[in-house]
């Protein structure tokens, strides 16, 4: 099982990207799926979180800002991010709690995609 992201550019302030996080693979369901961001130094943190049936939560910092969304069928996230500020430069990461089979699930990170928004 695999999971990567794509969609990091280099971007102008209040300018918006759409990331993508695919997961591949030996897959018997994808339950909860994560949007994080790290910078270099501080920790990797938790943006937004997306169910399998749905349910969205968000960090105050993007919210109203990002929105995540997901295709079930295409084992996909996204995360629409608008009016992005210099703030946001970072290279963000999806994680991805993915069941093998019908009892084992596992924890998958992605490589990262790198994000930044000149001022």
């Known amino acids: 099982v695999q999971v990567a992201e794509s969609g990091g550019a280099l971007v102008q302030a209040g300018g918006s990207l759409r990331l993508s996080c695919v997961a591949s693979g030996d897959i018997f369901k994808v339950n909860d799926m994560y949007w994080y961001r790290q910078t270099p130094g501080e920790e990797r943190n938790l943006l937004a979180s997306i169910g399998s049936r749905g349910t969205t939560n968000y960090a105050d910092s993007v919210k109203g800002r990002f929105t995540i969304s997901r295709d079930n069928g295409k084992h996909t996230m996204y995360l629409q991010m608008n009016n992005l500020k210099p703030d946001d430069t970072a290279v963000y990461y999806c994680?991805?709690?993915?069941?093998?089979?019908?009892?084992?699930?596992?924890?998958?990170w992605g490589q990262g995609t790198q994000v930044t928004v000149s001022s």
């Open positions: 994680k991805a709690d993915i069941q093998t089979g019908p009892k084992h699930e596992f924890e998958y």
